[in-house]
């Protein structure tokens, strides 16, 4: 129970365990006569039994007050203790603030070693310092187990933790910056990876060719045929020259074919701003298709069945006149393809592949697949009968633009070079 002394010199007021109610104020000896009135409970007790009384209640307070400073004392070393370690364990910021509590509390003195005399004022400073531990080491351990919220921590704590988070986020950044690069890195080097397997291939198809005809170049630089087996779209074959500016024109060419749907695109002529400038397709179950300056004309010629054809087409700029012919035959004509449009120069020629840009961006849906040979343009609309004279084998006319030669054409992405079957056996296969 508390007990407070105001001066014990010149008034003393305690509570009675029975409830009575004592009050002793020292007089000088003249002042004695005077009397001190002093309550009493029914008359029972005389003046000196009371005074007793008072004196052994005085002694048990007082021996209680050692106890409880005993107790009070023991609970702040334990306090201390428990204070030291967590603060251990919170870093430089956690003893930081501890030692600046400690100077406060203390103000540069030894708390523990230096209480005030009066015991009043040492029961109410260990309550206060008591208190202050218990609160120190409530905050201590509620950091430490609970992670207290951001708002709560010291502001150098909060500084130190916004520069790591900054550093974690412009480290996370840099990760990704270069997550990219390297995704980058990786798609040219898989681009690189795939132009050099392709040129290797061709390097050994070209090798594997050779061995096979003895080591020797074909019979004659225009019997040989360009295999496209797959439908892809890196195979493919290129002419080496190009067109110049024409006003008509003249393609024929052998080809065999079963590809189903529809047979690709046997050959195309891309020019700058015009990747449709000469195209023969057939794409899906759509007919053949000439198209000129990306204008259409369907034609009505047949070949998926497998079997070597000859056809030829013509055009001229007058009125878009064409000519389709299959087999030395004509089975189509018309007008207005294109009228008055001539052929630019300058482009690539592709066989085997549509070009979506000058000399790329190939469509394997659109891809030829068989063999062809004998690919000749001329600058000219052929007469009908040096066509039928072609297809028949009775003549030998290479293109005066672009000429069936093996010096003139290269393949990539694994079309093959072959020996061509002769004309004779050509026709014996229709």
Not at 53 to 72: D, F, H, M, P
Not at 107 to 115: E, V
Not at 117 to 129: C, H, K
């Amino acid at each position: 129970m508390p007990f407070k002394s105001v001066n014990l010199l010149s008034l003393l007021w305690i509570t009675h365990p029975a409830g009575s109610r004592f009050v002793c104020t020292s007089l000088p000896l003249d002042a004695a006569g005077a009397g001190c009135p002093v309550p009493m409970q029914g008359g029972a007790l005389p003046p000196e039994e009371e005074l007793r009384a008072t004196v052994l209640q005085l002694r048990e307070t007082v021996l209680q007050q050692k106890e409880t400073i005993g107790s009070q004392r023991e609970a702040i070393r334990e306090l201390t203790g428990k204070l030291s370690r967590c603060e251990g364990t919170a870093g430089p910021d956690g003893k930081a603030a501890t030692a600046a509590w400690r100077k406060e509390l203390g103000k540069g003195k030894d708390t523990m070693g230096d209480l005030p005399r009066d015991p009043a004022q040492v029961i109410d400073q260990l309550s206060r310092t008591m208190q202050t531990l218990k609160d120190r080491l409530e905050s201590l351990e509620h950091q430490l187990r609970a992670n207290v919220s951001y708002a709560a921590l010291p502001p150098e704590l909060r500084e130190m933790l916004q520069r790591r988070l900054g550093d974690l986020e412009r480290q996370l950044l840099s990760k990704v910056a270069e997550l990219e690069d390297e995704k980058s890195l990786l798609h040219n080097e898989t681009s690189a990876h795939r132009q050099k397997t392709e040129t290797a291939l061709n390097a050994l198809l070209e090798r594997v060719s050779e061995l096979e005809k003895g080591n020797s170049a074909f019979k004659s630089p225009d019997e040989f045929k360009v295999s496209l087996p797959l439908r892809t779209n890196y195979l493919y074959g290129k002419i080496k020259k190009t067109l110049p500016e024409l006003y008509a024109f003249t393609v024929c060419l052998w080809l065999r074919s079963s590809a189903s749907p529809g047979i690709g695109t046997p050959f195309s002529y891309a020019v700058p701003g015009q990747a449709n400038e000469i195209v023969l397709i057939e794409w899906g179950n759509n007919p053949i298709e000439l198209l000129i300056n990306d204008k259409v004309a369907q034609l009505p010629l047949f070949v998926s069945d497998g079997k070597w054809h000859h056809i030829c087409v013509t055009w001229t700029t007058r009125d878009g006149m064409w000519e389709a012919f299959q087999d030395g035959e004509k089975l189509g004509t018309g007008e207005n393809l294109a009228p008055w449009h001539p052929i630019k120069p300058g482009g690539v020629l592709i066989l085997g592949q549509e070009q979506d840009t000058v000399g790329g961006r190939f469509d394997a849906t659109q891809a030829f697949v068989g063999e062809m040979s004998q690919f000749n343009i001329w600058d000219r609309v052929l007469k009908a009968e040096d066509i039928m004279n072609i297809a028949n084998c009775s003549a030998n006319m290479p293109g005066n633009i672009i000429p069936w030669v093996d010096n003139n054409i290269d393949v990539f992405g694994g079309a093959t070079k072959w020996p061509v079957e002769t004309c004779e056996e050509r026709l014996l296969d229709l």
